[in-house]
């Protein structure tokens, strides 16, 4: 009698225990990315990577003993609204933590907007340096490359390259799109400083038109071109020009964006090169393995760009509150500032200083032929390491914050 009595307090005690965890409210992560209009795809992606991330994080027992739940918004890629919708996600959605990649000017208007509603904002997808730069706050945490770093792996590549010697760079007109062209402009100067800068033009976003760009990249004698735009603008960019006669090679911060690749005609996008913080076919054991991940919680998708940038940007948030062990802010912040986790390119670490995740970063060629798509697709050439790759923030406008988060 007394081992029944026993059992069943047993028996009790665990149901209250599930039945508390199953009563906790989820920790819910606001998704305010675009989701309407012609750069609807990026954040299709990210949401993508973003909620195969809390698939597993959920599956191996949520945060802190609760389920994690996306609200989604869309920003339309206007700061404004964006803003607005951040004002909803937090006062009325109650969300504990706020997550966007797409444009950094829409970044830049929901960062400066965080010390009002004292919550998490992970940046996946914004590169511009003053997310991260003049404009920091403790709030944020960018857990993507940045303009510094991607442009930097870029010209150590393309530097070392003989048949490189003039080059020609076309980006779209708002703080990211000029901090890919300077940076570069700096980094390839002083990798290969005899290498001549033949041309640097900025269009405006969504730009539909071309051809006026391409006839200046043609006639400047350049041997290769330099972009960092991503979306419609990068899709067009390729299309046009290579319809145009523009027949050089591309080094693109994107150049792994699926539907870009998926919509060039034939092989013409073979040659091209990008940067990424993975591309498929590393030979490691830990990248095959997370390609097998992957796939097989995607329902049979590869980890292309921007699905791995949401991805690493969710499971790296889980890890933050893992190792606080609480939602609140000021915990949250200390457990993620140096955070270090073992990414599928390698170690990475959360910088506390300017909080920019500090990565490998993987160079690709776009080859005929991979065993992932019936397209070309890139194909990893060369890692460069964290170490290769840091700066000293200071020297790229990094300002600490000069309020208070008490």
């Not at 890629?77 to 997550?99: R, S």
């Not at 049979?300 to 609480?326: D, F, Q």
């Not at 776009?366 to 697709?377: E, L, M, S, W």
Request: glycine fraction near 10%; aromatic fraction near 12%; charged fraction near 20%.
């Amino acid at each position: 009698m007394r081992k029944v009595c026993v059992s069943l307090v047993i028996l009790v005690g665990l149901t209250l225990a599930f039945n508390q965890v199953q009563a906790a409210p989820p920790v819910r992560l606001g998704f305010n990315d675009v989701r309407s209009g012609p750069h609807k795809s990026a954040g299709d992606q990210f949401l993508m990577g973003v909620q195969l991330a809390v698939n597993i994080i959920n599956k191996t027992g949520g945060l802190l003993g609760r389920r994690v739940e996306i609200i989604v918004e869309d920003t339309q890629l206007k700061p404004e609204i964006a803003v607005q919708k951040l004002k909803k996600m937090v006062l009325k959605d109650k969300c504990d933590v706020i997550f966007a990649g797409s444009g950094s000017n829409v970044i830049l208007a929901i960062s400066q907007a965080m010390p009002r509603y004292k919550k998490p904002f992970i940046v996946f997808g914004g590169f511009a340096m003053a997310v991260t730069g003049e404009n920091f706050n403790p709030y944020v945490f960018r857990t993507c490359s940045n303009a510094a770093t991607a442009t930097k792996a870029l010209a150590l590549y393309c530097g070392k390259q003989k048949q490189f010697k003039k080059v020609y760079m076309l980006n779209q007109d708002y703080s990211y799109g000029h901090d890919i062209a300077n940076f570069y402009e700096r980094f390839i100067k002083e990798i290969a400083p005899d290498t001549e800068i033949v041309g640097k033009d900025f269009h405006p976003i969504f730009n539909k038109d071309f051809a006026p760009y391409i006839s200046k990249v043609m006639a400047s004698g350049a041997d290769y071109l330099v972009t960092g735009n991503w979306g419609t603008d990068e899709m067009q960019l390729m299309i046009q020009g290579r319809s145009l006669g523009l027949n050089i090679p591309i080094a693109a911060i994107f150049m792994g964006d699926i539907n870009t690749l998926s919509a060039m005609p034939g092989d013409q996008a073979v040659g091209n090169i990008g940067v990424d913080c993975f591309v498929l076919g590393l030979n490691t054991p830990e990248a095959r393995k997370f390609e097998g991940v992957f796939y097989d919680n995607s329902g049979g998708s590869w980890p292309t760009t921007l699905t791995v940038m949401g991805y690493n940007g969710a499971m790296l948030y889980g890890e933050a509150v893992k190792k606080a062990g609480s939602l609140d802010v000021h915990k949250f912040i200390k457990a993620f500032e140096g955070l270090k986790w073992n990414a599928p390119t390698g170690n990475v670490t959360m910088r506390a200083k300017d909080h920019q995740l500090m990565h490998p970063i993987c160079v690709g060629k776009v080859v005929k032929k991979t065993k992932y798509f019936d397209f070309p697709y890139m194909k990893p050439i060369q890692v460069f390491t964290p170490e290769q790759l840091t700066y000293k923030p200071e020297e790229f406008g990094w300002r600490p914050y000069k309020g208070t988060y008490d």
